[in-house]
C-alpha cells in the first residue's frame, strides 16, 4: 500500500533563481534523498508533482493513470497549452498508437540515415563561415547549433528559409516563457503559420515529410486529419530543433569544460557515439517532461499523487543523475557504459526524432574538433546564461575561441 504525500511543504521553483537555472542537479538531488515525488510550483505559476529519482521516473513514464491529454488536465490549472493541434505528446492509446503508427512510417531510421550527407555538408557550411571570422571567436550556438539543427528539420519538412527565424522564436516563448500570456501568443501564432503551411503542402507534390505525411494512407484507409497534420508539424519541427540544437552546444561545453575528457575523444575519435550518449546522460536538452495528468490515483515507488487532473511532471536531469543507477553520476565519463538514461524518455512516449538527435550531434562534435584543433571558451562557464523553465535545458549562448 502506498503512503499519502504531504501536500502542504511546496518547493516553489521560480523563486530559487538564476542558481537553479544555471545547475538545478544539487536541487533534485536533495529532494531524491528525501523522497520519489514532491509538491512543486512552477515558473508558470501552477502547481505540481515532481518525480526524481531513476526508478520512480521510469516508472511514471509508463503509469497507465498519467494521461497526456489536456482533456485530463484539471480546469483549475493555470496553464496554457504547450503544442498546436493533436500529436504523439498531446495524446493516449489508442489516439497515440495510431498516430504514431502513420508517423513512423515516414520518420524512419532509412530517411534519417539519408540525411546523413546533408548534416555533413551544412555542417561544413557552417563552419566555414564562423572559421573565416578574423577574430577568431563565435557564440557557438548561432553560429553552429541552432542553424544546423533548424536547416536540417525545416528542410526535411520542407519550412521556407525566410520563416526560420520567426519560428524560433515563438518556439522560446511558448516553451520557456513563465508569462502565460506570452505563451499563448507564440502557440497562436505558430499555430496561424503552421495551418497555412499545411493548407500550402496539400497543393504541391513535394518529397519533403510533411508533403508524406499529408499523402501517406494506413493500410485500413487511416490518414492524419488536418488537425493531427498541425500538431505533427509543431511537434517535429520545435522539438526536432529546439532539443537537438541544445544537445549539440551542451556537448561542446562539456568537453570543453572537461580538457582530459576532450583530448581523449581527439585521441579516439571513434569514441564519439558513446560521448554523445555521455552527454544525454549528464546534462541532456529535457530537464522535466512535457506534462501529464492524473486520471486516478497513481503510486509511485510507494508514494501516492492524488487524482483528479493533478500535474505531475518526470524529472529527466534527475534519473539520470542517481547514484543508484550511475557510480559517481556528477562526474562527466565519454567512456562510462552507454545505455541506461532516460534521456529520449521511455515506454510509449520515448523520442521518435533520437537518431536524427545523435546523427546531428556526433556529426556537428567530429567536424567541430577535426577543423579546430585548438577550441577553448571564451569566459567562465559560471557566466552563462541558460534556458529558463523547467522543459528544455541548454546554454542560451556559447562564446568559443580558436586559433585562426
Given at each position: 500500500m502506498g503512503t499519502d504525500i504531504a501536500s502542504d511543504v511546496v518547493v516553489d521553483f521560480g523563486a530559487l533563481g538564476a542558481?537553479?537555472?544555471?545547475?538545478?542537479?544539487?536541487?533534485?538531488?536533495?529532494?531524491?534523498?528525501?523522497?520519489?515525488?514532491?509538491?512543486?510550483?512552477?515558473?508558470?505559476?501552477?502547481?505540481?508533482?515532481?518525480?526524481?529519482?531513476?526508478?520512480?521516473?521510469?516508472?511514471?513514464?509508463?503509469?497507465p493513470t498519467l494521461s497526456k491529454s489536456w482533456r485530463d488536465a484539471s480546469p483549475a490549472l493555470p496553464l496554457a497549452r504547450l503544442s498546436a493541434g493533436e500529436n504523439l505528446l498531446s495524446s493516449n492509446p489508442p489516439d497515440h498508437?495510431?498516430?504514431?503508427?502513420?508517423?513512423?512510417?515516414?520518420?524512419?531510421?532509412r530517411r534519417v540515415e539519408a540525411l546523413a550527407p546533408r548534416v555533413r555538408a551544412l555542417t561544413g557550411e557552417l563552419l566555414d563561415a564562423m572559421l573565416a571570422r578574423p577574430a577568431g571567436e563565435a557564440d557557438l550556438v548561432e553560429a553552429l547549433a541552432f542553424p544546423l539543427a533548424m536547416g536540417i528539420i525545416c528542410e526535411l519538412l520542407g519550412v521556407p528559409a525566410l520563416d526560420r527565424a520567426a519560428f524560433r522564436g515563438w518556439a522560446e516563448q511558448a516553451l520557456s516563457s513563465a508569462d502565460r500570456e506570452a505563451r499563448a501568443a507564440a502557440t497562436e501564432a505558430m499555430t496561424r503559420y503552421l495551418v497555412g503551411m499545411v493548407d500550402e503542402v496539400r497543393g504541391r507534390a513535394g518529397d519533403d515529410l510533411l508533403s508524406a505525411l499529408v499523402r501517406t494512407t494506413d493500410e485500413d484507409g487511416d490518414r492524419l486529419s488536418p488537425d493531427e497534420l498541425i500538431g505533427m508539424a509543431w511537434l517535429l519541427l520545435v522539438t526536432g530543433f529546439e532539443t537537438t540544437a541544445h544537445l549539440i552546444?551542451?556537448?561542446?561545453?562539456?568537453?570543453?569544460?572537461?580538457?582530459?575528457?576532450?583530448?581523449?575523444?581527439?585521441?579516439?575519435p571513434s569514441l564519439i557515439d558513446n560521448a554523445v550518449e555521455e552527454v544525454l546522460r549528464w546534462e541532456g536538452p529535457v530537464e522535466t517532461t512535457t506534462y501529464r495528468f492524473t486520471t486516478g490515483p497513481v503510486e509511485i515507488a510507494g508514494a501516492v499523487i492524488p487524482g483528479g487532473g493533478e500535474l505531475v511532471l518526470v524529472a529527466l536531469a534527475d534519473a539520470d543523475r542517481d547514484p543508484a543507477r550511475f557510480p559517481d553520476p556528477d562526474r562527466f565519463d565519454i567512456r562510462r557504459p552507454a545505455g541506461g538514461h532516460i534521456a529520449f524518455g521511455h515506454g510509449i512516449h520515448y523520442c521518435l526524432g533520437a537518431p536524427l538527435a545523435?546523427?546531428?550531434?556526433?556529426?556537428?562534435?567530429?567536424?567541430?574538433?577535426?577543423?579546430?584543433?585548438?577550441?577553448?571558451?571564451?569566459?567562465?562557464?559560471?557566466?552563462?546564461?541558460?534556458?529558463t523553465g523547467l522543459l528544455i535545458r541548454g546554454p542560451r549562448s556559447l562564446p568559443v575561441r580558436w586559433l585562426p
Open positions: 542558481d537553479f537555472t544555471r545547475n538545478p542537479h544539487p536541487v533534485y538531488a536533495a529532494l531524491r534523498a528525501r523522497g520519489p515525488v514532491h509538491r512543486v510550483r512552477v515558473p508558470e505559476g501552477a502547481e505540481a508533482w515532481l518525480v526524481v529519482g531513476h526508478e520512480a521516473c521510469r516508472a511514471a513514464l509508463t503509469a498508437t495510431r498516430l504514431r503508427r502513420l508517423v513512423a512510417r515516414e520518420f524512419t531510421p552546444a551542451t556537448g561542446v561545453l562539456a568537453l570543453l569544460c572537461h580538457p582530459g575528457q576532450l583530448a581523449a575523444l581527439r585521441a579516439d545523435r546523427l546531428q550531434t556526433r556529426t556537428a562534435i567530429t567536424a567541430l574538433l577535426e577543423r579546430c584543433p585548438a577550441l577553448w571558451l571564451a569566459g567562465h562557464p559560471a557566466d552563462l546564461s541558460w534556458r
